[in-house]
């Protein structure tokens, strides 16, 4: 496992909203240069309750040939089926993944003894390290500290989670509740405003989606936390403050990455799978104002 920053990568697509493998290499290629910890592939930032099955095998197949084990690699196999959850656990060990991430089931809720006994099943299906995904907003289910203590008490290979709540006293629980347990256990922010909260707490870094577009404001970030420059530090807050308005101007977000990306001088279509929006006139004067302000972290 590693700490610091991971990339959940957007997947981008082609004019006809198919996988487009040659503008995903770009990408990919480009974090792996800037130095970034690790990448996610089919997160919510890549999209993945929008892709069909098969897009999603295609795309991890993909993937994790081109990657071919050049950086920390965390495949996601979230899915309300869970055969299809099964087959990308056997995508990801046939081609190297270096870990899996699956959210709690969503449609359907689950009291803690059906959490415990989904993600039990999912632990012996694989050796992988697996990081559980918990984001309450997206599928009415938020696992508790004790939950997950419990889970990786009697799993060695559930070794994380990814805490998307926008609420740092809520990740703090976890780094809290596992600050004496046996072995490591590595705790993400899920919200890029609260990976440097989370680093001071004592947590491993944070899953940034904003770090598709300025990898290198995310990796000063956390070299600065390490050497302990604090007057450094802030000033990085201040312009990852200004980034974070992205998250603002578009919805999906993942239309704002997309195009932000387009100018930042990837030859990509800033085009999402769903639903059918492009950015408009007044959307891309507020995208360029952010990304020239950045352009010195792109």
Known sequence: MVKGIITPVVTLLD???KIDCNSNKLLIKRLIDTGINGIVLLGSTGEFPSLSFEER????????KYINSHIFTIV????????ETESLIRLAE???ASAVMVIGPYYFSM???GLYSYFSHIAKLTDLPIILYNFPDRNNINLSPELVYRLANDYINIVGIKDTVDNISHTR??????????R????????????IPNLICGGSGGICGLSNI?????TNIFNAFNDKDMDCLMRLERKLMILLELFEITNPFTISIKYSLKLAGLDIKPIVKYPDVKVSEEQSKKIKIIINELKDFI
């Open 15 to 17: 004019e006809n909203k």
């Open 57 to 64: 095998k295609y795309f991890v197949e993909f993937a994790l």
């Open 76 to 83: 996601g196999i979230s899915s309300t089926v869970l055969e």
């Open 94 to 96: 046939k081609y190297k």
């Open 111 to 113: 009291d803690e003894e």
């Open 173 to 182: 629980k976890f780094i809290q509740h596992f600050k004496a347990f046996k």
């Open 184 to 195: 490591e256990f590595y705790i993400y922010s899920g919200l890029d405003e609260y990976l």
């Open 214 to 218: 300025t990898p290198k404001l995310y």
